[in-house]
């Protein structure tokens, strides 16, 4: 079964709103085998026991406005459907507030035994994600987002104790730094750049404002003029970037760590006509991303698998239920999709 639900409402949504129908699932034939409950390893001496019930998860998704976190969405569904699992989806619509309040209900409602945890503050639900969740017997997994101030951290470090892992990485300082700096490489000489990203507290943000610091700073003459945040939105990203751009006439290169901001941005470039004379960095690699390369609209994009993240974690999920130990970090990958490559390679959402 799958079910949605919107903002701090234990309810499913209206079904205008319902993105995630109702499904009976198949229960796989591993999960009707007599079993043991079992203690799962989260670290620094913390578990939770395993149980044979199936999985209850509640998947606490960032939001559910863009077409990556309609993959995300998808990944779950589809790992929750081969475990045997029921999943449902809390759509706090980019508040932390409302999603720490969602942890709360959902932590102490007794009606789930795991989370799937994408969360808009990590260090705000660090607490509640590493020490509330294991008391009350809930097996935490968490993707995209570290929790704990662990957002800037790579590798291992981005797994937060008392949780059972941490699937992603591909948007990590490291991951970020290296490709913004490419972008100053190709580009030598004095450039004068706009950046959008997402909102304030989110780590892929953070991480951004991290890798444009250390790219200024190798890089003097890349000047970061202005830098825009949205909700990661289409509609954001024209809104936001619109005046920007009517405002900076002399821009070289506008950098974008997200392809629904990447789309909104270049219609607005359009409107002003300095699509032409600008040079559109893209990080998401979504099928618009692929097509804008393919028509020469954007210089490049970078892949990113919101599918696959949130896929895998949930695969880990039951694998942990069951007994079979797990990676506490799971990298994805991300490649540079540019003119030459775009026609041998295929977006994931």
């Not at 919107?6 to 949504?13: A, N």
């Not at 929790?147 to 990485?169: I, K, S, Y």
């Not at 990661?232 to 506008?254: C, E, H, M, R, W």
């Amino acid at each position: 079964m799958i079910r949605m639900f919107s903002l701090g409402s234990i309810l499913p949504v209206t079904a205008g709103l319902l993105l995630a129908s109702t499904v009976t699932t198949v229960v796989p034939a591993r999960a009707q085998v007599a079993c043991e409950r079992h203690a799962i390893d989260l670290g620094d001496g913390k578990s939770v026991m395993g149980g044979c019930e199936p999985l209850k998860i509640a998947f606490m998704i960032a939001a559910t406005n863009n077409t990556h976190l309609q993959a995300q969405i998808k990944g779950a569904q589809d790992a929750a459907k081969e475990i045997g699992a029921t999943l449902d989806v809390f759509d706090p619509n980019w508040s932390p507030t409302t999603q720490f309040n969602q942890a709360q209900n959902i932590i102490s409602g007794g009606q789930y035994n795991a989370v799937l945890a994408e969360m808009n503050d990590g260090n705000q639900a660090c607490g509640i994600m590493t020490d509330k969740a294991r008391a009350a017997g809930v097996l935490v997994a968490v993707t995209n987002q570290p929790l704990c101030n662990r957002g800037t951290n790579e590798g291992d470090e981005l797994w937060a104790p008392g949780t059972l892992n941490f699937v992603g990485g591909s948007q990590g300082r490291t991951a970020f730094r290296d490709w913004i700096m490419s972008i100053a490489e190709e580009n030598p000489g004095p450039q004068q750049v706009a950046v959008v990203t997402g909102p304030d507290l989110n780590s892929n943000t953070i991480n951004t404002d991290l890798a444009l610091k250390d790219v200024q700073e190798k890089y003097p003459e890349f000047k970061v003029i202005a830098v825009v945040r949205t909700d990661y939105s289409v509609v954001q990203g024209n809104q936001k970037t619109l005046p920007l751009f009517q405002a900076n006439p002399d821009l070289t290169i506008f950098i974008s760590n997200y392809s629904d901001m990447t789309r909104g941005a270049v219609q607005a470039a359009r409107q002003v006509g300095l699509l032409d004379k600008l040079k559109v960095y893209d990080s998401g690699g979504n099928d618009w991303a692929f097509k804008a390369v393919a028509a020469g609209q954007i210089t490049s994009t970078r892949t990113i698998e919101p599918y696959t993240e949130t896929y895998l974690a949930v695969k880990q999920l039951g694998d942990a239920w069951t007994g079979t130990p797990v990676a506490r970090f799971t990298p994805t990958k991300s490649i540079k999709i540019d003119a030459e490559t775009v026609k041998n390679n295929e977006p994931q959402y």
